[in-house]
């Protein structure tokens, strides 16, 4: 098991966030972009980095935006399958994403964690083009007392499923961090898109 916050996911669990099912049908948006070396941890810097903010009372986010990769979606509470790993919204919300509810808040102090679908049956859906964010992006995550806590992404990854570094997307941190995930890596006709593509953030202002 991994721990996010007080709870832990299954090791191992990459997440299952898409249905790959529009790209058999030919619905003409092509597959969805992937991260490239340069975005990745030990890529080119972006450039001086913006300090990290001094941590957040909890408060429940309600609001997820992307400026960057157009997204601007609710979120809903996740928790956990019978198996331990981490839910997922339900698929046919297109514009849906969901927080691990038991894990920490985004913008306290952890690692809190954000996934959505990559696609439906219909077609993309809200993390379609995570893939193509950048170092130094932003992410807007509204929360109920009023506050905007504002991510500056620090590298996008893509993972196979059996490579899953679990510690790495889930572990404890010291500061206030956000993973956003959704599914990448490659698709199969046999079983689907093969990893997932995962953006690590952290904490740099609040509105």
Known sequence: MRRVGDTAIAAGTAVALCAGVWLLLGTGAGAPPQPSAAQSAAGTASGREAPAAPALAPSPPERVRIPAIGVDAPLMGLGLTAAGSLDVPPAADANLAGWYEAGTVPGERGTAVVAGHV??????????????????????????????????????????????PDEKVYGAA???????????????????????????????GVR
Do not use: H, M
Not at 125 to 140: D, P
């Open 174 to 204: 010291d500061r206030p961090e956000l993973r956003v995930i959704t599914c990448g890596g490659g698709y199969s006709r046999a079983t689907g898109y093969q990893g997932n593509v995962v953006v690590y953030a952290r904490l740099t």
């Open 119 to 164: 696609d439906n049956a219909r077609g993309p859906a809200v993390f379609y083009r995570l893939g193509a964010l950048r170092k130094g992006a932003a992410i807007e995550v509204e929360r109920r007392d009023g506050t905007v806590a504002v991510f500056t992404v620090d590298a996008v990854e893509v993972y196979a499923a059996r490579d899953f």
